[in-house]
């Protein structure tokens, strides 16, 4: 199936920091599109890649499973490890439990963990009718467009396919049992009024991690996809000041390698 308009995984070229950003669940990279760009625009190479069974249709996503999901940012992660020097890992919601895996299993090759609304279980009655209503209703609403700016939607599926949803269930509890193994650098950036994900979700992240240096800052005007939102720019600054930190004259290096860089391009999946 043809890659919807504005779905399309996005890349740019830049210096010796790098960047990986992972979308949620039944979202596409249009999500973090914004966020990529910015960070592109300040000389950092950037992939945000289309998760396998996302940005086309739901049917698509029925044939697909964590294990999908995760292999995709770990090719990424390692393609960004052999042309860069520092790799940070960025994630929404779902993506952001892409990240912490990322961290947890790939230590120290990834040099940070930004997380905005990261998503940890699958909440109330659902958790538990998944393994059975799954194989006799192929799916419910969907979640997407949780934003509380006016006039701006989410590309993402209007329903939730449920084979996908209990893999999704299935890799949450599989990451919770590694976030002990998190130790990089953390900014977790969270949403106290958020539709999709409760702020339970972020409290147990920060309390599982390894991590010492850790930061959190309350979104106070946005609701789940901050990221378009409200407070987006305020992610983006806090992201790229939270690389500034631990990559040291990367705003110096960047800006001498963005004079003879292209744009970034969007590439098709």
């Not at 990986?20 to 979202?27: P, Q, S, V």
């Not at 990279?29 to 249709?57: C, D, I, K, M, N």
């Not at 393609?79 to 020097?85: K, V, W």
């Not at 997407?144 to 993402?156: F, M, P, W, Y």
């Amino acid at each position: 199936m043809p890659v919807l308009p504005g779905a399309e995984p996005f890349r740019h070229e830049g210096g010796e920091v790098g960047v990986l950003l992972c979308h949620g669940f039944t979202g596409s990279p249009q999500s973090l599109r914004p966020w990529a760009e910015f960070l592109a625009g300040r000389g950092l190479t950037v992939a945000l890649p289309l998760l396998p069974g996302h940005g086309t249709r739901w049917e698509d996503m029925q044939l697909t499973g964590w294990q999908d999901w995760y292999a995709e940012v770990d090719r990424e992660l390692r393609a960004l490890r052999e042309r860069c020097t520092r790799v940070f890992v960025f994630g929404l919601s779902l993506g952001g439990a892409l990240a912490l895996r990322l961290a947890a299993k790939h230590g120290d090759e990834v040099s940070g963990v930004v997380v905005v609304n990261p998503a940890n279980r699958v909440h109330g009655a659902a958790a538990y009718a998944l393994p059975v209503l799954r194989h006799f209703v192929p799916t419910v609403g969907g979640i997407a467009s949780d934003i509380a700016k006016e006039g701006v939607t989410e590309l993402g599926y209007d329903r939730v396919p449920l084979r996908a949803a209990h893999s999704m269930r299935n890799f949450y509890r599989i990451v919770d049992g590694e976030l002990p193994q998190v130790t990089q650098p953390l900014l977790l950036l969270r949403s106290p009024q958020d539709h999709v994900v409760p702020p339970v979700d972020s409290a147990r992240v920060l309390s599982r991690v390894s991590s010492t240096d850790v930061t959190e800052i309350l979104l106070e005007q946005s609701y789940h996809v901050a990221t378009l939102d409200h407070d987006a720019d305020r992610v983006f600054e806090e992201s790229y000041a939270f690389i500034g930190r631990l990559a040291p004259g990367v705003g110096e290096r960047s800006d001498a390698v963005q004079a003879g860089q292209q744009e970034g391009t969007a590439t098709g999946g």
